[in-house]
């Protein structure tokens, strides 16, 4: 339709943008790498593992302030009675007189044989508190990748069940049509419809799998994503390197994150020992004093008044402490210290075994993994020719219904398990890796490249 001649192309393009300003913004579907960055923002448990680092830092200055010089003033005012005693005091009479005095007092310890172990034991509490946040990063690379394929398993729940649901109301009418025309017996069409309400069903439950799986997610960063990248079907899989599960777990005792933060916590404990011994030890301290004094009026022991003074003292030398008898503290807490590192000794083996099985439990889910994908894959074409065959069978009559709907369930069933396959190589990758401690942000970006916005869920059948 030819537009009128009073809308001009100046007016023609104010139109087209304020169109495009207001028109809604086009949002591309959330990847990998974007639930990751927002989680690493959003997490809680991750932000715990930050402010807990934070806070354990604090103990290695506090622990050298102890080694260091301590300075503090002081100010001090006395009222002080002189009454003379013997003969002739009466004739003296009490004396009333104020003394003044500020300084400084100074201590550098010498020797504090505990002062230097707890130091150690401080730093040794830091690297520990640094491998539980690097241990908290690499578990939300986990947290996330699950949570994200989780939602990805779901969607793909929700549309299998709705394509299942579609072939069976197919197969549904058909049988009606073929049972009014006395090609197909009730028995058909009965089938048909339980299978109909059981797909619905399974639907719905689908469903509701999906809202928890997004919930899931939405948990790690603290808003909805309603869209998703989903994954490629062209997925290179690949076996881990080295194909040993021996060597996967000889590096997870070296580098597991978490196994390092139970080494460094039982070297810590054993290094309190040494604190709490260190108090049966004598120590030495550098002390010094300065101070004014300043003492008032006053009348002396043999009568003779005495007029305001004002004088300078300083004092230097060395203090020495010798610890004798204390109840019995010291050693109920070097007995405490032992068992706190007994018990930290038993965490670190169990978290060694914790960790050794996970590797090798993680390593043989990727070769499962690669080999079930293989499988499945195979599967879809079986399955799809099977199909077919039933199909062909069904329309000549000598095949029936049920055969019809169990072939189609087959084929879809075939496609989902191959899809969940891929989803659990994945998974299990990272997993190893997470156990390995070699996770990093790398791996979640080449994951990320294998997610396409574009691809579909289910094939047409």
């Known amino acids: 339709m030819p537009l009128p001649r009073r809308v001009g192309r100046p007016a023609l393009a104010l139109l087209l943008l304020v169109a495009l300003l207001v028109a809604p913004p086009l949002t591309a579907a959330d990847d990998l790498l974007r639930v990751y960055h927002e989680a690493r923002e959003s997490d809680p448990q991750l932000r715990q593992a930050r402010s807990e680092l934070e806070t354990v830092r604090e103990r290695v200055p506090q622990a050298r302030a102890g080694l260091l010089p301590e300075l503090s003033a002081f100010g001090s005012a006395d009222r002080e009675r002189n009454e003379p005693r013997g003969s002739g005091a009466g004739e003296l009479g009490t004396d009333y007189y104020t003394t003044s005095a500020i300084g400084l007092d100074l201590t550098q310890p010498v020797f504090r044989y505990g002062l230097f172990l707890r130091l150690r034991e401080a730093d040794l509490q830091v690297a520990q508190a640094q491998a539980r946040l690097n241990s908290a990063e690499q578990d ?59 797909s619905h069903a399974n639907l719905l439950q689908a469903e509701t799998d999906l809202d928890s799986a997004r919930e899931g997610l939405r948990e790690l960063t603290g808003r909805s994503h309603r869209e998703l990248a989903l994954l490629d079907e062209a997925l290179p899989l690949e076996s881990p390197e080295p194909e040993d599960s021996e060597a996967w777990a000889r590096q997870a005792e070296r580098q597991n994150w978490d196994l390092l933060a139970f080494r460094h916590g039982s070297e810590a404990a054993m290094e309190n020992i040494g604190v709490q011994r260190a ?20 009348t ?9 003074e004002e004088f300078d003292q300083a004092s230097i030398g060395l203090r020495l402490n010798l610890p004798l008898y204390r109840g019995g503290a010291t050693r109920s ?27 090798t439990d993680a390593y043989r889910g990727v070769r ?54 891929n989803y659990d190589y994945l998974l299990q990758t990272v997993r190893l890796k997470r156990f390995a401690g070699t996770l990093s942000d790398a791996d979640l970006a080449t994951i990320n490249t294998w997610l396409d916005t574009n691809a579909e869920v289910v094939p047409d059948i």
């Open 300 to 308: 002396t022991a043999t009568g003779v008044p005495r007029g305001p």
């Open 333 to 359: 807490r070097v007995r405490e210290a032992q068992s706190q590192y007994t018990t930290a000794l038993e965490e670190l083996e169990e978290t060694r075994r914790a960790v050794v099985r996970g590797a």
């Open 279 to 298: 108090e049966h030890l004598p120590t030495v301290d550098l002390v010094g004093n300065v101070q004014r004094v300043d003492q008032g009026s006053r």
């Open 368 to 421: 499962s993994a690669i080999a079930r994908t293989a499988a499945f894959e195979q599967a879809i074409t079986s399955t799809q020719r099977a199909l077919e065959a039933v199909e062909a069978g069904f329309e000549v009559g000598t095949r029936t219904v049920v055969e019809l709907l169990d072939a189609q369930q087959d084929r879809l069933g075939a496609e989902q398990d191959f899809r969940q396959a």
């Open 140 to 198: 939300l690379m986990v947290r996330v990748t699950e949570r994200y394929f989780e939602v990805l398993a779901a969607l793909d729940g929700v549309a299998f069940a709705r394509a299942e649901l579609r072939a069976i109301e197919r197969q549904l009418d058909q049988a009606e049509q073929r049972f009014e025309v006395g090609m197909a017996p009730v028995t058909d069409v009965e089938e048909a419809r339980a299978r109909r309400d059981l």
